[in-house]
């Protein structure tokens, strides 16, 4: 009886993973497209008011590397 018991409950657990209900692992898609989304809009509102800024660090950073060697 118990043997029973224990292929029915594997039978069960086979069935709902080859159905791929219910597994917590999977992930949220929708939740990863909005992040997704959102850290792009923070790049775009960081770089557009701060462009130059930006390039001018970034082309002095460059210099000051590729004049030391």
Not at 49 to 60: M, T, Y
Request: net charge positive.
């Amino acid at each position: 009886m118990r043997a029973l018991a224990w292929l029915l409950a594997l039978t069960a657990a086979l069935a709902a993973r080859l159905r791929g209900g219910g597994d917590p692992e999977r992930g949220d898609v929708p939740g990863w497209v909005m992040i997704t989304v959102m850290t792009a809009a923070l790049v775009l509102a960081i770089l557009v008011p701060f462009r130059e800024a930006i390039v001018a660090v970034v082309q002095n950073a460059l210099a000051s590397v590729t004049a030391g060697g």
